[in-house]
């Protein structure tokens, strides 16, 4: 706990100054709300206008679980098969970044069309944006798995499940959490993103309502509000990192003292 | 009985000729170093002993089976320390056990103990030092089931000091637990303390340029390092590298 505050102060003083600035800036050119509120109003609008607007946080929270779980999980079997099966690398690697060729924003209005206005467009949006960071991370953890490790194991004699389970899935772990932390802000981005599209609550719906009704201290909660979720999100995946893996050396020590090559 | 037979082996990268005809065998229970400047290739006939890599041409039997190509057969500890860092001291012996079927948990937590490693069970590699390590890499090996060793220049990165602990210890646990062990190193005085035999491996393209009987009784001690007999050996041993390094194009 002392550790994050020790770590965390430098980033804190940062955020508050700027906002002091904002707010100095805002009373000293007299800037209209409408154009953009202070942050004390955006900050007293946040907590007066909780009981509004908390269902559609309560929403988004939801969409964002479901869809980081459902889009992981096909990162990490799209990794896991591509790895496995070679003949799938070399045919499928290319159409994997193809995929994150396509604007979202065009993608999503198709989808909308083909699969209504129910959870699966969003899913799908939310898997789109989320499996392609787990999956690219994991493949490049497999591949750089320890060299002398893999001739160990070999040579005594290992299957290839035997490889993948002891050696290769364990190595790639802190690959795979890199992703996962890219992964768990953009999902928060994708949901909000799905729920442009139509929906009756969410971050997105409030957004839009508060944007066309030109409310922009609405549209600055609604922003603060996805800022603080993706960070929570990326603290999650943090703290489960550090709960998953407990072997590698703290920073003072360094891991491999006696390594050399041949 | 011959235990190990490497024959008429030889390996090309490409263009690069790496091992040019080698024969060697060893006995069951024998202690043999090979003996080889670096990068004559004695990694890569241990590759092929482990039977990860296949020769451009000859064979090697283990017990009259030829095992080329054939992993498991052996065991071995490569010239890094190689635990898996995820793994706490004692699942990494474990290891060798875990992938050939059952483990004996008692006897790895006697062996650490014996090693000096009691209370460390559960620690991670990144908490030892590397002589820790290489203790470590080698019960591994020693509680494989496979009844022939490999070891790969284990010492080579550790102190004058920790190496002749070391190398004490190796020969203890040796002669108690009687398995072959092939040894590879580039220090001549390691490779004369430790062995019953030593073969030297000439420059790339390697080939077996001779080989010593070491006559000296065990268990050896220390002194023997200073001995006059032992400063013979050495010095033959050191002029045959030494002329077949000569005669190499370089
Ligand atoms: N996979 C490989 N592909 C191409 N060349 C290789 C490969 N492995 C080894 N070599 C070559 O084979 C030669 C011998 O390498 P090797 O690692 O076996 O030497 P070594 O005797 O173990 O040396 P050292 O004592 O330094 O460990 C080197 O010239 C190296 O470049
Ligand atoms: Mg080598």
């Given amino acids: 706990m002392r550790k994050w505050i020790e770590l965390g102060w430098r980033p804190l003083l940062v955020i508050t100054l700027l906002f002091i600035v904002w707010e100095v800036c805002i009373s000293f050119f007299d800037v209209p709300d409408w154009l953009l509120p202070a942050p004390s109003q955006i900050f007293g609008l946040m907590i007066s206008d909780w009981t509004n607007y908390s269902h559609h946080v309560f929403s988004t929270v939801e969409l964002v679980l479901i869809g980081f779980v459902i889009g992981s999980s096909v990162g990490v079997i799209v990794a896991i098969s591509l790895h496995l099966v070679p003949f799938l690398k070399q045919s499928m690697y290319p159409l994997l970044i193809l995929s994150q060729n396509i604007p979202v924003i065009v993608l999503a209005p198709l989808l909308v069309i083909w699969f209504g206005f129910g959870i699966l467009p969003k899913i799908i949006v939310i898997t789109l944006v989320c499996f392609f960071p787990i999956a690219i991370a994991l493949l490049d953890g497999f591949r750089r798995t320890d060299r002398d490790l893999m001739h160990y194991m070999k040579m005594a004699g290992a299957t290839k499940k035997q490889i993948f389970w002891k050696l290769e899935w364990p190595h790639a772990l802190p690959s795979l959490f890199s992703g996962l932390k890219i992964s768990a802000t953009y999902s928060v981005m994708g949901a909000v993103i799905s729920e442009w599209l139509g929906a009756s609550e969410g971050i997105g719906v409030y957004m839009t309502l508060a944007s066309s009704s030109f409310r922009t201290d609405r549209v600055f909660v609604a922003i603060f509000i996805i800022v603080a979720l993706s960070l929570l999100f990326f603290l999650l995946i943090m703290w489960l990192e550090k709960m998953t893996i407990r072997w590698q050396a703290s920073e003072e020590g360094d891991s491999h003292g006696t390594s050399r090559n041949s | 009985m011959e235990h190990l037979e490497i024959r008429d082996i030889q390996k090309s990268f490409g263009s690069n000729r790496v091992l040019d005809g080698v024969n060697f065998s060893t006995e069951k229970g024998e202690f043999v170093s090979l003996l080889g400047p670096s990068g004559s290739g004695k990694s890569t006939l241990f590759r092929m002993i482990g039977g990860i890599s296949s020769p451009s041409s000859g064979d090697v039997l283990l017990e009259g089976n030829s095992i080329k190509n054939h992993p498991g057969s052996v065991s071995y500890t490569p010239q890094t320390p190689s635990l898996m860092p995820w793994r706490s001291i004692l699942d990494n012996v474990l290891l060798g056990q875990e992938i050939s079927g059952k483990k004996d948990e008692e006897m790895a ?109 065990r268990p050896r001690k220390e002194e023997i390092l200073l001995s006059e007999e032992f400063l013979y050996m050495k010095k033959d041993i050191y002029q045959e590298m030494r002329s077949s390094h000569a005669s190499a194009n370089y």
């Fill in chain 2, 109 to 217: 937590a006697q062996m650490l103990e014996r090693a000096g490693l009691s209370g460390f069970e559960q620690a991670y590699p990144h908490e030892l030092s590397g002589g820790m390590k290489q203790r470590v890499s080698f019960i591994r090996s020693i509680l494989s089931p496979q009844p022939l060793i490999l070891l790969d220049e284990p010492f080579s990165a550790l102190d004058e000091f920790t190496r002749t602990d070391m190398q004490k210890w190796l020969l203890s646990m040796w002669s108690e637990h009687q398995r072959s062990i092939l040894f590879v190193t580039h220090n001549i005085e390691e490779a004369i303390f430790l062995s019953d035999r030593v073969i030297v491996l000439s420059q790339r393209p390697a080939k077996v340029i001779k080989e010593f009987e070491i006559p000296f009784e």
